[in-house]
Nanobody
Framework: QVQLVESGGGLVQAGGSLRLSCAAS????????MGWYRQAPGKQRELVAR???????NYGDSVKGRFTISRDNAKNTVYLQMNSLKPEDTAVYYC??????????????WGQGTQVTVSS
């Protein structure tokens, strides 16, 4: 099994910044990709950003140019730097990893979620 532990959410004013972290642990063989999704009340979960082990990243249209995803493969950790935050970025942010362990094939794993609230 793979466990994902997120940190870094909170309350920030519009225009501010936050940095989320997500660390994966377990008998990990490989994680590819790793990323972030978010879900606002009454809305579907949507992709924020994800990154491959080789560093190739893609972003949701609403966050392009404001958010940056990065990854430390040695630490099995992914980061999301969020700048110029807007009230519409308010959501629960979930870490996602598609990972294979020493005993299992690739499967999707999710963190417990961290709340990001942006006040106007």
């Amino acid at each position: 099994q793979v466990q994902l532990v997120e940190s870094g959410g909170g309350l920030v004013q519009a225009g501010g910044s936050l940095r989320l972290s997500c660390a994966a642990s377990g008998n990990i063989f490989s994680i590819n990709p790793m990323g972030w999704y978010r879900q606002a009340p009454g809305k579907q979960r949507e992709l924020v950003a994800r990154i491959t082990s080789g560093g190739s990243a893609n972003y949701g249209d609403s966050v392009k140019g404001r958010f940056t995803i990065s990854r430390d493969n040695a630490k099995n950790t992914v980061y999301l730097q969020m700048n110029s935050l807007k009230p519409e970025d308010t959501a629960v942010y979930y870490c996602n990893a598609r990972a294979a362990t020493l005993h299992t094939d690739y499967d999707d794993y999710w963190g417990q979620g961290t709340q990001v609230t942006v006040s106007s």
